[in-house]
């Protein structure tokens, strides 16, 4: 054999060798990093709000989305279809906890008739608090593992977050102003939660009516008076077309917020990343909501006073009284045979108790300022 041979085949075992080395390199590489072999395609879930799509509601639905498809990098996509596109409203909670969808966007008050002590997160006057500080009361006060038992006790299979702290509520659209307690009796009204429970003791005729069929009803005579939530939404809605009318501030509902519910085995079955991703893209979700409803919700009510001709009017201090009077009975009548309704009021009273002292005993009177700045200019309410 000669030696330029002898060397050439050398030359072959060493490469054959080396490559045979390299393979198994190869191997041992694709071990250590797994997201460079195994990429996966997005998961995908279908979500549906309890809201109409002209709703800004369903625009903070969509903007949660948002927040969680940005953040996830597209690992998860979450799509979010407005009511009635796969479930009515109101049955949202059972299309989520069954798998029928992914998860929603709604307020508990919607799910009143499953368990009253639900609609204590988002109806009556929460002892003074305003929507944040029930929202502090939920996550640091034991609101979070009693809205657990809660829905354990009704075998709701969900995961359940909430969010969006929204401003005291109107006490609703009407005819004509609310000057007393009495204009309220034989009244067709529509409200939801236990708010059901506090105008019916105060003499009216509730029908609960979802979002997008108030207005209508309105229209049609169904309903003498109305309450949903806000000026952006009522404007959305249409609440101009068919009243003229609105009184602000009430204990009804001054403190509700939004829930984004995902169904449990979906929701288990996510990598940490994405939980925890989820987590902090619903509290990022509530701020930027209650920052985006001061401009919007500004606005609008500015607009209907100057291009839609509402009057708005204050609720006089006798109705808003007798309404807390009210809410006592309808708590102690609720909580006489409901053993866990009387143990979430218990605890959300003792939170209240601390903190609303701290909250009246450390913030300023915003009125006073408000009157020194801009009194001249702007007028508070009329008085009914």
């Not at 609609?119 to 929507?131: C, H, K, Q, V």
């Not at 969006?164 to 409200?191: A, I, S």
């Not at 909580?335 to 979430?344: E, I, T």
Request: proline share 5%; net charge positive; aromatic share 10%.
């Amino acid at each position: 054999m000669k030696k330029g041979d002898k060397d050439s085949k050398q030359t072959v075992a060493t490469r054959r060798k080396f490559l045979g080395s390299a393979a198994a390199g190869t191997g041992a590489a694709a071990l250590a990093f797994p997201s460079i072999a195994t990429a996966q395609t997005p998961k995908q879930m279908r979500f549906q709000s309890t809201w109409p799509s002209k709703d800004i509601f369903h625009e903070y639905a969509l903007d949660f989305a948002k927040k969680v498809n940005d953040m996830t990098g597209g690992e998860l996509k979450i799509e979010v279809l407005p009511a009635g596109a796969v479930v009515p409203a109101f049955g949202l909670l059972d299309a989520v906890s069954k798998g029928t969808l992914d998860g929603g966007h709604g307020v508990m008050g919607y799910n009143y008739g499953k368990q009253a002590a639900i609609a204590l997160w988002t109806s009556g006057p929460a002892y003074g608090m305003d929507a944040n500080m029930v929202l502090a009361w939920h996550k640091y006060g034991g609101g979070k593992e009693l809205l657990a038992e809660l829905y354990k006790g009704i075998g709701a299979n969900i995961v359940s977050f909430l969010t969006g702290p929204m401003p005291t509520q109107p006490l609703g659209w009407f005819k004509k102003p609310v000057t007393k307690r009495e204009d309220l009796k034989g009244l067709k009204f529509r409200t939801n939660g236990l708010a059901i429970d506090l105008f019916t003791a105060m003499g009216a005729a509730v029908n609960a009516l979802p979002g997008g069929e108030i207005v209508p009803a309105m229209d049609r005579g169904l309903l003498d008076g109305a309450e949903f939530n806000n000026a952006s939404s009522d404007r959305l809605l249409g609440f101009p077309d068919v009243s003229k009318i609105c009184m602000l501030q009430s204990f009804h509902q001054s403190s509700e917020q939004f829930e984004v519910t995902f169904n449990k085995p979906k929701y288990d079955a996510l990598p940490a990343k994405i939980k925890a991703i989820i987590e902090n893209a619903v509290e990022a979700a509530s701020a930027d909501m209650s920052w985006k409803a001061v401009d919007r919700y500004s606005k609008d009510y500015r607009e209907m006073q100057a291009k839609d001709g509402v009057k708005f009017y204050k609720t006089p201090d006798a109705v808003l009284q007798a309404q807390l009077a009210v809410w006592d009975e309808v708590v102690a009548k609720k909580g006489a045979d409901n053993p866990l309704f009387k143990k979430v009021e218990a605890s959300m009273r003792a939170f209240a108790e601390r903190a609303m002292k701290w909250d009246m005993d450390t913030n300023n009177p915003r009125r006073m300022a408000y009157n020194h700045y801009f009194g001249r200019k702007a007028p508070a309410p009329k008085k009914a």
